[in-house]
Structure formats: C-alpha cells, structure tokens
C-alpha cells in the first residue's frame, strides 16, 4: 500500500452535497463506501456531459470551486477533465472521504503528450481507487482499485490498470481483442492550483486537441453519446450508430441529445 497524500481541497463557498445529488438525479442514502461512490460516479457520467463548448468559443476555463459549481450545477453545462473532476472532488470533500489528485499523460495519439490530463485516487476501506469523470469516450464508469491488475468489465467496455517498468500506472482498455494504453500516471503529489499551467494549455494553445475539435460525450446504462467536429455517433451494447449532421443542426443535437445549450 502507497503512502497516503493529503487531500487537495478545492476552495468553494457555493457548493450543496443536496443541490449535486438533484443535478445528478441521484436517489437513495449516500454513504462512505466503494458502492456509493461507484453510484455517485456513474450518476454525474449519467447525468453531466464531458463538453468542450466554452473552449470551442474561446471562453476562459475557471479553475475556481464557485465557478465550477454555477457552470455544472446551477447553469446545468458540462465541462472538460478539471472541472468534471474537480467538481466530483468537491463531493468527496464534503463527504469526508480521502483523496488525492494526480496528473496523467494521455497516450491515445500518435506524438508525445505533457502530463495534462487530471485523474483523482480516492482511499476507501483501506483500498485505493483510481476515479475519473473526465476522459470523455474511453473513460472508465466505475472506480477501478489501483493495485489489481485484473481486467475489469464496465458496461460493454474492458478496462484494466498496468504497470510499466519506471513504475507508472497505466489505464488500458480492450478495444478489438487489443489492449489500448489510455494515461500513464504516477503518485506523486499533485496540489489543485498544480492544473492551471495544463488548463492553460489545454483551453488555450493551438496544438491543444480541445482547440482543434469541438467534443461532447455523455454516458448512459447502455452506451454512451458521442458529438465530434460535425459527426453524432450513438453507441449501445457495444454497436455504434452514426451520421454526419450541418453546422445549422448543432444547437438541436446538443438539446436533445446531451440537454445541453452554449449559455
């Protein structure tokens, strides 16, 4: 078992436990263990899209608690790793539930990425967790305990955490009977105020993959919901259905699929 780090605790004035469980739909007791968590999660999956809209119109991303809580909770959009993340933390915060945040290279693309992606390790029961809201399409839907090395099975996906030889984790998922790497990462502390240089870039530069693609996915209990530059994908039970729609068509698409508007 790794050294336990403190929490990293998101400055926030605003935030409800009552108001996040009625904007995830969450019903029934909310309790410190892994089963409640894994419920939590899957809610806000449900519920709040992963959604790069404000990136995509060159907004300012806000790294600040009351900001995230308005954006997601109160004016009911999504949002990108940090803030669907960051807003779960503030859950475990109020919760009392330990955690920390560590910062991943993502691994899906062909060039070499900097470590600009957020992931959260929750400790429960004694046990570690690797938790993450904000991966958008190949994100996990449940916590996965980051010493087991055993494929674990989520929805129609596989997922399972390796270890490389320097010692980082890495998330994979089985994709056409292949293991696909995802994020590397590794424990090191990492404090919130750590993600605003990442933020910067990632809402920012011109090489940054948020800059270049408008993305929106949301979960479900069958599949997920995928909205890529001009293309809509529907996947259920691992069969994907999609088309290409016009520009004119977004504003429609992101209300009735993802109950989204740009505001």
Not at 2 to 16: G, L, M
Not at 21 to 50: A, E, W, Y
Not at 63 to 73: A, E, R, S, T, W
């Amino acid at each position: 078992m790794t050294k336990q780090a403190k929490s990293n605790p998101i400055d926030s004035s605003n935030f409800v436990l009552q108001d996040y469980l009625d904007r995830i739909h969450f019903v029934g007791d909310v309790k410190s263990n892994i089963k409640s968590i894994s419920k939590l999660m899957q809610c806000q999956l449900f519920t709040i899209p992963f959604e790069d809209l404000d990136v995509q119109a060159g907004k300012t991303i806000s790294l600040q608690g009351n900001d995230i809580v308005d954006k997601l909770i109160n004016r009911k959009r999504g949002g990108y790793c940090y803030e669907l993340n960051g807003l779960f933390a503030l859950m475990l915060q109020k919760m009392g539930i330990s955690y920390r945040f560590v910062a991943a290279r993502p691994l899906v693309t062909l060039t070499e990425n900097p470590k600009t992606h957020i992931a959260i390790i929750v400790t429960l029961e004694d046990e570690e967790y690797l938790v993450d809201l904000g991966f958008g399409g190949n994100g996990i839907r449940e916590p996965l305990k980051l010493n087991d090395s055993t494929a674990v099975q989520q929805g129609s996906e596989t997922f399972a955490i390796a270890k490389a030889e320097n010692g980082d984790y890495i998330l994979q998922n089985l994709l056409h009977n292949e293991w696909k790497d995802l994020y590397s990462f590794d424990l090191s502390p990492q404090e919130w105020i750590d993600f605003k240089p990442a933020n910067h870039y990632n809402s920012t530069h011109p090489d940054s993959f948020f800059t270049q693609n408008l993305v929106v996915v949301l979960q479900n209990a069958l599949g997920k919901k995928i909205l890529f530059k001009n293309t809509f994908k529907s996947i259920e039970n691992g069969k994907a259905q999609s088309y290409i729609f016009e520009p004119e068509k977004l504003d429609s698409i992101l209300a009735t699929e993802f109950n989204l508007t740009k505001s």
